[in-house]
């Protein structure tokens, strides 16, 4: 909020004479970038220019660039530089707090773009992973966004669109999927693509390389827009998610599934069912379950299966969430069950912490089917013999002890539980064992 105390002129002094302004004013200068002041007295467009400026000043340079293996720049910059550039970027967004404080963001100041350019600044800040973001300057920038929101939501969806279209789109034009058509429809019959190595260099993705900031705003940009707008927004959004998906970096895949999981809470079971894109999506996540140790370091391994297996639960809600279709709901879970769960015990070797997650989706996959995943107790007799699965077979069973023990206690769910073990001889067995016991 303004300082109500300070006049005019001392608000204007003190941005303009802060350590913060002369550091960005000198890194302008160096890049060739234009001086901004606001002169002695500034109306909202000189503000909305000068914060535009500072926001270009800091976005993230080429200090943080990651290098393609097909570049013919492999050096990548000192930790005196990156931890220069971070530095910078700190005191940029501090700029731009003391801005807000006394000219609070407004998101109609000034020039659409300007605006959207200081949008998919503070975006990029949003992710504490990126080597970019300090603390400081993660928790600055949600301050700003938050602000900015609660100012101005209607145009604020406007500039949404706006950042998809000019800063998102752009970056991802030479990443094409053969799997789309122009309107972000699944393609009918999709010619091949041969592989070029042209493909992975810096010149044709920049949003991996120079620019990989953007990932990060455009899911940011998800997170925040509603289901009209991911409607209007489809051929925008679509292209990029498959493209990180397909990726051939672990980092890519994850971020891409952390981009669908925030699609999908926002997207109407008839959009995907229109436009086909409920099976593009399952037939690019179903192959990230058998992402294991030795082919995948394990660390990378626990983090894409972790929003993996999210995603896909998601995934099967959003396609089929109506009672009606619990049938078919069922059938994908079924598929994520055996393709990844028991599959994956069977590769994970002696990788503990992949097993453990596997138990722990196991549980997940329980409470999400309830008493229709007892029929995976009856999975191949004689694989279920093996250590890895007995683990699984000892979790499951467990499971089917507290179902039992809720049937008693509600009647409805009892009574459902009783028809499946009527028509289920298997599940008499199994029943029968745990009562004996």
């Known amino acids: 909020m ?7 002129d001392h608000l204007i002094a003190r941005i303009t004479q802060s350590p913060e302004y002369e550091t960005l004013a000198a890194e ?72 807000h404080e006394g000219f609070p963001f407004v998101a109609e100041d000034g020039d659409e773009e300007e605006e959207a350019l200081t949008i998919t600044c503070l975006a990029s800040f949003t992710d504490e992973r990126d080597a970019w973001v300090t603390r400081g300057a993660y928790e600055d920038a949600r ?63 920049p949003w991996k390389y120079r620019s990989s900031h953007i990932v990060t705003v455009f899911k940011w940009v998800l997170e925040q827009i509603d289901a009209p707008l991911v409607e209007s927004n489809w051929p925008l959004i679509i292209p990029p998610i498959l493209t990180l998906l397909d990726d051939a970096s672990v980092e890519c895949k994850i971020r891409g599934c952390e981009s669908l999981l925030s699609l999908l809470k926002k997207t109407h079971s008839s959009l995907l069912e229109r436009t086909g894109l409920g099976e593009v999506f399952r037939n690019a996540l179903l192959p990230l379950l058998l992402y294991l140790p030795t082919l995948t370091p394990e660390e990378e391994s626990l983090s894409l299966l972790e ?34 769960i028991l599959q994956g015990y069977s590769h994970a070797g002696e990788h503990v912490k992949i097993a453990e997650l596997l138990v722990q989706k196991t549980t997940s996959m329980v409470h999400e089917m309830g008493i229709h995943f007892v029929k995976h107790l009856t999975v191949d007799e004689e694989k279920g013999r093996s250590r890895e699965l007995e683990t699984v077979r000892q979790r499951i069973e467990e499971t089917v002890s507290l179902l039992v023990a809720i049937a008693k206690k509600d009647a409805s769910f009892g009574d459902e539980m009783q028809a499946m073990v009527d028509a289920d001889p298997r599940l008499q067995r199994l029943l029968t064992r745990k009562e004996s016991s």
Do not use: C
């Open 143 to 205: 301050v700003l966004l938050s602000q900015s929101i609660k100012n101005s939501s209607r145009l604020y969806q406007t500039l949404m669109t706006r950042i998809l279209q000019h800063h998102v789109k752009p970056l991802f034009a030479k990443s094409k999927t053969p799997l789309l058509t122009a309107q972000g429809r699944k393609a009918i019959n999709p010619l091949p693509v041969a592989f070029e190595t042209i493909d992975v260099d810096a010149v044709n993705k």
């Open 2 to 8: 303004p300082d109500e105390s300070l006049p005019r």
């Open 28 to 99: 302008a200068h160096a890049r060739g970038l234009a001086d901004v002041s606001l002169g002695n007295s500034p109306d909202r467009a000189t503000v909305a220019r000068l914060r535009s400026w500072a926001a270009e000043t800091i976005l993230p340079t080429d200090a943080f660039a990651q290098k393609s293996p097909y570049s013919e720049e492999r050096t990548r910059a000192s930790s005196v530089d990156v931890e220069r550039a971070r530095s910078l970027k700190a005191a940029g967004l501090r700029l731009l707090v003391r801005l």
């Open 307 to 340: 929003v993996v297996y999210t995603t896909l639960i998601e995934l099967a809600r959003a396609r089929h969430p109506a009672d009606g279709q619990r049938h078919l709901r069922l059938k994908t879970l079924d598929q994520v069950f055996r393709y990844g």
